[in-house]
């Protein structure tokens, strides 16, 4: 079975990319596939509106993300914003550098990452899938990999390692991403048999 990524982020292509290897066949968008304008309130309505776009234009089985942080001490924000936290154009540093600005003298600094996915199977029903990750927002960058908020997330179950300090393999038995993938691959492979 092949299904379309709902996005053109290399990044999240490649991680779930993967995640999904040999359970099922992996398609990402055309690259002249319009950008997907992420109208939603909720992560879930965001990723909801790209894969309805992807299914409504290939007519293909579509699978779409859409991944917050959310900071305790800031009222859960950058939420759905945390892709443009510092702007339409911000770099992930320029997010990372804002955040850690805005954290400078709280002492809270507790944290989650909220992936939500959205899977329409060929028969146009919608699908759900959550999951989250809590830790601390760091005081500095840490680390050299990943992507995003990696270098000053640090999860609860890490032994106080920021995502970007960790492995590929390290991070992906443990994020929010791959917690909404893992729900994603148990429904997909029992619906199957």
Known sequence: MQIILATHN???QEELSRMLSGIVTVASLPDDFP???ETGVTLAENAIIKARAVYSQLRLPSLADDTGLEVESLGGAPGVYTARYAGEHATYGDNCKKLLYELNNS???KALFKTVLCYIDSNEEEYLFEGIVTGLISTSEKGNGGFGYDPVFIPDVSDGLTFAEMTIEQKN??????RAINSFVEWITSASH
């Open 10 to 12: 290399k990044h999240k």
């Open 35 to 37: 950008e997907i304008e």
């Open 107 to 109: 002492t809270n600094r």
């Open 173 to 178: 038995l443990i994020s929010h991403r791959a």
